[in-house]
């Protein structure tokens, strides 16, 4: 991620991008014996890498339209490139982004990454990996701004992920997947701002989510720690027992929601100003509308499946069975005390960059948003509140309805591409196999067969008897005798 942030030059800057993507499938697939583990890892790096191609090819456009790879060159030969040249740059440069940050369509890796350990998906969500697409674009803005188009499909991408990711996250009972959709929301929400024009308060959202989206995860660990277990429906009541990751998950998720004075309300009131400013120009009027509509829309979710979580998590009648001692290694028994030092430790250094971030700033907080975006946010809470009160062992995702089995399922975007892509490549791949062993390889063991067959054949003249290799010969010296007999 260093290499990426510091490189002058776009193709060193491709070398720490694909450096990383190794990293993390490796980090990803740590308890590869699993072969769950190993598939998600698997399927983080070929969808990941799908989305690198365009990358390569994008770089290319763009070195070659500039005359040079040098990313400072490259910015300063943005106003002397053709329009053609920079959409299809851009346009190229956004599959790697959306690959790498999980923006639709490329997203689906991302939920399935939560095999790694804990801290992995802190490192993953906060510090390298998904932060890299947004980096990217941020550091060649001139070059996306300068390609109309293109920020009409980033702000489409940003506005389909930030809603949809939201109410998946609404409808997840693992807790990591919670926050993994979660990532993907706050990602398309930096995307968004992006595509409105402000870079700035992207990456002042980015360097937040960064502090408090580490602390959810890092919090998350040690609750599993605690319970044993991913689910919240075998979680509860845990605030007494877990009195330093209770205070820390409420700072983090508060920042999540964007509630003042946590970090995330500045930097999501500054994404929300740019969005709507592009309402009076810069992105088309129907890109703009709907980008600012979900990213509403997402405030009033994010609220909604932040308190659930919390409130699952923490509140109502504990759930945890105690296990038997298993053996060695191979499974946790329930532990009622807090983490150990090493792990609160952390946990409690985060959480105060999480709470504090947003002062370090130089925001200008737009009372208008402002009130809009925490009345959002306390009003999806609240209903989620008022259903957790009526019932506190149901789930308040059954308030979806119909919905609820789709979100679960992230709208079977998953199955359509194991339908679409998946089985005809799996099915075309054994084609091949079956064509490369029964007629490539057929073709080989026939002709040795064939060969076996023939030699089988004349060996039948080598016998040892020399009587018959006498007779043999006298029988063809005849032959040819009387064949010049009768020819002459």
């Given at each position: 991620m260093l290499l990426v942030v510091y490189a002058g030059d776009l193709l060193v800057l491709y070398v720490g991008w694909e450096i990383m993507g190794l990293c993390s499938y490796l980090l990803i697939g740590h308890w590869w014996e699993d072969l769950g583990n190993s598939r998600a890892a698997i399927k983080a790096f070929l969808v990941?890498?799908?989305g690198d191609v365009g990358f390569l090819f994008g770089i290319f456009v763009l070195g070659i339209g500039?005359?040079?790879?040098?990313?400072?060159?490259?910015?300063?030969?943005?106003?002397?490139?053709?329009?053609?040249?920079?959409?299809a740059a851009t346009l190229l440069l956004l599959a790697g982004v959306a690959g790498k940050s999980a923006q639709v369509p490329l997203h689906t890796w991302l939920p399935d990454a939560m095999a790694g350990p804990t801290p992995i998906s802190a490192l993953i969500h906060a510090a390298t990996m998904v932060a890299a697409g947004i980096f990217i674009v941020a550091r060649l803005f001139p070059a996306f701004t300068a390609a109309g188009p293109t920020m009409d499909v980033l702000a489409v991408m940003a506005a389909l992920g930030m809603l949809g990711a939201a109410l998946a996250a609404l409808a997840q009972d693992d807790l990591k997947r919670v926050l993994a959709y979660s990532t993907v929301s706050q990602l398309a929400y930096m995307a968004g701002g992006l595509a409105a024009g402000s870079d700035t308060a992207a990456i002042f959202h980015l360097v937040t989510h960064g502090a408090f989206k580490a602390l959810l995860f890092l919090c998350a660990g040690l609750?599993?720690?605690?319970?044993?277990?991913?689910?919240?429906?075998?979680?509860?009541?845990?605030?007494?027992?877990?009195?330093?990751?209770?205070?820390?998950?409420?700072?983090?998720?508060?920042?999540?929601?964007?509630?003042?004075?946590?970090?995330?309300?500045?930097?999501?009131?500054?994404?929300?100003?740019?969005?709507?400013?592009?309402?009076a120009g810069g992105l088309t009027d129907a890109?703009?509308?709907?980008?600012?509509?979900?990213?509403?829309?997402?405030?009033?979710?994010?609220?909604?499946?932040?308190?659930?979580?919390?409130?699952?998590?923490?509140?109502?009648?504990?759930?945890?069975?105690?296990?038997?001692?298993?053996?060695?290694?191979?499974?946790?028994?329930?532990?009622?005390?807090?983490?150990?030092?090493?792990?609160?430790?952390?946990?409690?250094?985060?959480?105060?960059?999480?709470?504090?971030?947003?002062?370090a700033a130089e925001s200008h907080l737009d009372l208008p948003v402002a009130v809009v975006s925490v009345a959002l946010a306390l009003l999806g809470a609240g209903v989620v509140y008022v259903a957790w009160r009526a019932d506190p062992l149901a789930d308040p995702a059954r308030l979806l309805g119909v919905l609820r089995v789709p979100c679960e399922r992230a709208f079977y975007v998953d199955g359509l591409y194991s339908a679409v892509v998946v089985r005809p490549v799996l099915a075309l791949?054994?084609?091949?196999?079956?064509?490369?062993?029964?007629?490539?390889?057929?073709?080989?063991?026939?002709?040795?067969?064939?060969?076996?067959?023939?030699?089988?054949?004349?060996?039948?003249?080598?016998?040892?008897?020399?009587?018959?290799?006498l007779s043999g010969l006298l029988a063809g010296v005849l032959l040819i005798a009387v064949g010049a007999v009768v020819l002459a």
């Open positions: 990941t890498r799908l500039a005359g040079s790879f040098r990313i400072a060159d490259v910015l300063a030969a943005v106003p002397q490139m053709s329009s053609g040249t920079l959409v609750v599993i720690h605690h319970v044993g277990a991913n689910l919240m429906s075998q979680m509860g009541g845990l605030r007494r027992d877990l009195p330093v990751t209770f205070a820390a998950t409420t700072v983090g998720f508060a920042a999540l929601m964007g509630l003042p004075p946590s970090s995330g309300f500045f930097s999501k009131d500054a994404l929300l100003v740019a969005m709507e400013g592009a309402l890109a703009a509308l709907l980008l600012y509509g979900c990213a509403l829309a997402t405030v009033a979710v994010t609220g909604a499946y932040a308190t659930r979580a919390w409130l699952r998590t923490f509140f109502g009648p504990p759930r945890t069975v105690a296990l038997p001692e298993p053996e060695p290694g191979t499974a946790h028994v329930i532990d009622t005390r807090e983490g150990p030092r090493t792990m609160l430790v952390p946990v409690a250094l985060l959480a105060v960059p999480a709470l504090l971030l947003g002062f791949a054994r084609g091949v196999l079956r064509t490369d062993d029964v007629v490539v390889d057929g073709a080989v063991r026939g002709s040795g067969r064939a060969a076996r067959g023939l030699s089988g054949l004349l060996r039948l003249a080598q016998n040892g008897n020399v009587q018959l290799y």
